[in-house]
């Protein structure tokens, strides 16, 4: 059994903690704030972490307090249809899942305290000391941490532990971000009845979706139904046009943002104040190599990206999951962690080139990447490979560029 130090309790931090622990290992959990919690909107839950909570034992508990979708549906502001992406036609039942970080971080972070881990709040990791056959962290105060046998940095995508660790990494800032809200809504000025009309479910007829409206790439919103009430709200904005965006107020805001869509009235009838709203900004990391002799960084330390496919949970899911798996069946944490990446290689590798080369296809300054987006993207439904290639991709399950789907 091993001594591990887990450097962040976001999804693949908590997850991969309780699994070590459970198998044994003796786990250290350290997270740099003092008060343990989700911060974030409402994030998809897509059919890869579906299956990594049902391997939990907690998919259940997440789903009822989270909105099944059934579709994502985009488009124009002028009112015509980009997209409808309807996860059944992938597999029959097939859903989405809209879910509040909350419930997510909170059903995970009851599963690590079920299992003896040691977990360290007001944590921040600074340094680090290799010894011959260990490694020790240093926090922000001067404390050590460790020995352990190796490290797992799952502290995101403006990893300390990546830094301080030398990690060769190539790092794209997006100079589009997201001003986003999660506020009371029932999600019905989203649901499609068509949806009962084509299929025949009535329960599929309930179901919401994810809602986005374009302008061609200059202008992006969207509307998430979460479940328990509460839907996100999202409006793309470039990273220069906020400070401009705050000074002239939450009413001209308000106003741009439902006279482009008026789906947004009910929601932003609940906001009264500016600072309800979150700017998010965006990037992509890409390592080479995930690891050294005594590190190995996962989750949106090793490999963050943007938003637009909705996988950064779901991919985090899967690291913490395939990484327990390996460290059973390896003699060393080095061969584990060699193990791991050759695993993730591909499926990761293709989740990020795919998001990198779609972001500016919906939020850039390039308008004719716009213009050419709404010419091809409704195509290609039509071409039955692509159709399948597309639903896979979205379900979080295409193993890699000529792979079929994942197995988790």
Same mark, same amino acid.
């Given at each position: 059994?091993?001594?591990?130090?887990?450097?962040?309790?976001?999804?693949?931090?908590?997850?991969?903690?309780?699994?070590?622990?459970?198998?044994?290992?003796?786990?250290?959990?350290?997270?740099?704030?003092?008060?343990?919690?989700?911060?974030?909107?409402?994030?998809?839950?897509?059919?890869?972490?579906?299956?990594?909570?049902?391997?939990?034992?907690?998919?259940?508990?997440?789903?009822?307090?989270?909105?099944?979708?059934?579709?994502?549906?985009?488009?124009?502001?002028?009112?015509?249809?980009?997209?409808?992406?309807?996860?059944?036609?992938?597999?029959?039942?097939?859903?989405?899942?809209?879910?509040?970080?909350?419930?997510?971080?909170?059903?995970?972070?009851?599963?690590?305290?079920?299992?003896?881990?040691?977990?360290?709040?007001?944590?921040?990791?600074?340094?680090?000391?290799?010894?011959?056959?260990?490694?020790?962290?240093?926090?922000?105060?001067?404390?050590?941490?460790?020995?352990?046998?190796?490290?797992?940095?799952?502290?995101?995508?403006?990893?300390?532990?990546?830094?301080?660790?030398?990690?060769?990494?190539?790092?794209?800032?997006?100079?589009?971000?997201?001003?986003?809200?999660?506020?009371?809504?029932?999600?019905? =000025?989203?649901?499609?009845?068509?949806? +009962? #009309? &084509?299929?025949?479910?009535?329960?599929?007829?309930?179901?919401?979706? @994810? *809602?986005?409206?374009?302008?061609?790439?200059?202008?992006?919103?969207?509307?998430?139904?979460?479940?328990?009430?509460?839907?996100?709200?999202?409006?793309?904005?470039?990273?220069?046009?906020?400070?401009?965006?705050?000074?002239?107020?939450?009413?001209?805001?308000?106003?741009?943002?439902?006279?482009?869509?008026?789906?947004?009235?009910?929601?932003?009838?609940?906001?009264?104040?500016?600072?309800?709203?979150?700017?998010?900004?965006?990037?992509?990391?890409?390592?080479?190599?995930?690891?050294?002799?005594?590190?190995?960084?996962?989750?949106?330390?090793?490999?963050?990206?943007?938003?637009?496919?909705?996988?950064?949970?779901?991919?985090?899911?899967?690291?913490?999951?395939?990484?327990?798996?390996?460290?059973?069946?390896?003699?060393?944490?080095?061969? =584990?962690?060699?193990?791991?990446?050759? +695993? #993730? &290689?591909?499926?990761?590798?293709?989740?990020?080139?795919?998001?990198? @080369? *779609?972001?500016?296809?919906?939020?850039?300054?390039?308008?004719?990447?716009?213009?050419?987006?709404?010419?091809?993207?409704?195509?290609?439904?039509?071409?039955?490979?692509?159709?399948?290639?597309?639903?896979?991709?979205?379900?979080?399950?295409?193993?890699?560029?000529?792979?079929?789907?994942?197995?988790?």
């Amino acid at each position: 059994m091993y001594r591990v130090g887990v450097v962040g309790s976001g999804v693949a931090g908590t997850t991969v903690a309780y699994l070590l622990a459970r198998d044994g290992h003796r786990v250290t959990l350290m997270e740099r704030t003092r008060e343990l919690g989700p911060i974030g909107a409402g994030v998809l839950l897509q059919c890869s972490g579906q299956a990594i909570l049902q391997h939990l034992g907690i998919l259940d508990r997440v789903l009822s307090h989270s909105a099944p979708l059934v579709e994502l549906y985009a488009r124009h502001a002028s009112g015509g249809t980009l997209i409808r992406t309807r996860f059944a036609d992938f597999a029959p039942g097939t859903r989405s899942y809209g879910v509040h970080r909350g419930v997510l971080f909170t059903a995970l972070f009851d599963l690590v305290k079920t299992q003896p881990v040691d977990i360290r709040a007001g944590c921040e990791i600074v340094g680090r000391e290799d010894g011959a056959t260990d490694v020790v962290l240093v926090d922000a105060h001067g404390r050590r941490h460790g020995p352990f046998d190796f490290v797992l940095a799952a502290d995101g995508s403006r990893s300390r532990i990546r830094r301080i660790s030398g990690f060769r990494t190539t790092i794209t800032e997006y100079n589009h971000g997201t001003l986003w809200v999660n506020a009371p809504g029932d999600g019905n =000025a989203l649901t499609n009845p068509a949806n +009962q #009309q &084509r299929s025949g479910d009535e329960t599929e007829g309930k179901c919401g979706r @994810l *809602l986005q409206i374009v302008k061609r790439n200059s202008k992006l919103f969207g509307l998430l139904p979460l479940g328990d009430g509460l839907v996100s709200l999202y409006w793309g904005l470039p990273v220069r046009d906020f400070e401009r965006v705050k000074t002239r107020g939450l009413d001209a805001l308000k106003q741009e943002i439902q006279k482009f869509a008026p789906e947004a009235v009910p929601v932003l009838d609940f906001i009264d104040d500016f600072k309800q709203f979150l700017f998010t900004t965006y990037r992509h990391i890409h390592v080479r190599r995930w690891h050294d002799d005594r590190v190995l960084l996962i989750g949106d330390a090793a490999h963050a990206m943007s938003p637009h496919l909705g996988q950064g949970i779901n991919l985090a899911l899967v690291d913490a999951w395939r990484f327990a798996a390996v460290i059973r069946e390896c003699p060393t944490p080095v061969a =584990a962690f060699r193990r791991f990446q050759r +695993q #993730q &290689r591909a499926f990761v590798r293709y989740y990020a080139t795919i998001t990198y @080369l *779609l972001a500016p296809f919906f939020q850039s300054d390039w308008g004719i990447l716009g213009w050419g987006r709404d010419w091809v993207l409704p195509l290609l439904p039509y071409i039955p490979f692509v159709q399948r290639q597309m639903l896979m991709t979205v379900c979080g399950l295409k193993g890699g560029f000529f792979r079929g789907s994942i197995e988790v």
